[in-house]
């Protein structure tokens, strides 16, 4: 069974500072890697994706994460965060194996200071 | 991007009633619909995937009697909460892949639907 495991359930920091939300999951074989952004009050939204091909992604808003296979990880990173970045972060998985259901981390609370 | 819309967003009722979630894919047909479910300060946890035409596949320790889906049409999916109780409150969320039955797509999700069983 996958599963998905995100360290951190609460992030602190100022306007300017850099993000870093880490993201493992389990299962070895093929997979895709998601990143969903929950802002206050509105649905979930896709920030980016891996599904193949460069590990390092790029995504909307200055968001990038980078695929490490073999460290089954899949960091979420921005260089310098807004205060409008206050959102809750899910990393997600999902693989054929598994139904091509997707299977969500814990969430990741990150408030940014103005 | 695909647009999938789900209502209401929020529903107040009473325990022992039903509640109806409805989630419709606007721009693109649905074959799978997955329903979420999101207890306050936790992650989502699949409830259960229906597939237009065919019975909903439940995930373990989800009761299929209480929670009842039915995918009718390639754009609708609808969730019944029948026998409400307090404890079935909860942020209910329904999400559609934009081309079903491949492994290389994302999902769209709906607005999300607050239940509250007084």
């Known amino acids: 069974a996958q599963s998905v495991s995100q360290h951190n359930h609460h992030v602190i920091l100022s306007e300017a500072a850099s993000l870093e939300l880490g993201c493992n999951y389990s299962?070895?074989?093929?997979?895709?890697l998601f990143w969903y952004v929950q802002y206050p009050g509105q649905h979930l939204q896709l920030l980016l994706k891996y599904f193949s091909g460069d590990p390092l992604v790029k995504g909307i808003k200055g968001f990038e994460a980078e695929f490490i296979k073999s460290k089954f990880s899949f960091n979420l990173r921005k260089p310098s965060v807004q205060w409008s970045d206050t959102a809750e972060y899910f990393c997600a998985v999902k693989s054929k194996a598994a139904g091509n259901k997707l299977t969500f981390g814990g969430g990741t609370r990150v408030l940014v200071k103005p | 991007g695909a647009v999938v819309s789900q209502h209401p967003s929020r529903v107040i009722c009473k325990s022992g009633t039903s509640v109806k979630i409805e989630c419709r894919s606007l721009?693109?047909?649905?074959?799978?619909m997955f329903w979420y479910r999101q207890f306050p300060k936790q992650s989502l946890m699949l409830m259960a995937t229906s597939n237009e035409g065919s019975k909903a596949t439940y995930e373990q320790g989800v009761e299929k009697d209480k929670f009842l889906i039915n995918h009718a049409s390639l754009t609708l999916s609808t969730l019944t909460v029948t026998s409400a109780h307090p404890e079935d409150s909860s942020f209910y969320i329904c999400?559609?892949?934009?081309?079903?039955?491949?492994?290389?797509?994302?999902?769209?999700f709906g607005q999300g639907t607050r239940l509250t069983v007084v």
């Open positions: 721009d693109f047909q649905a074959t799978t």
């Open positions: 299962y070895g074989g093929t997979v895709n």
């Open positions: 999400s559609a892949p934009s081309v079903s039955g491949t492994q290389n797509t994302e999902a769209f």
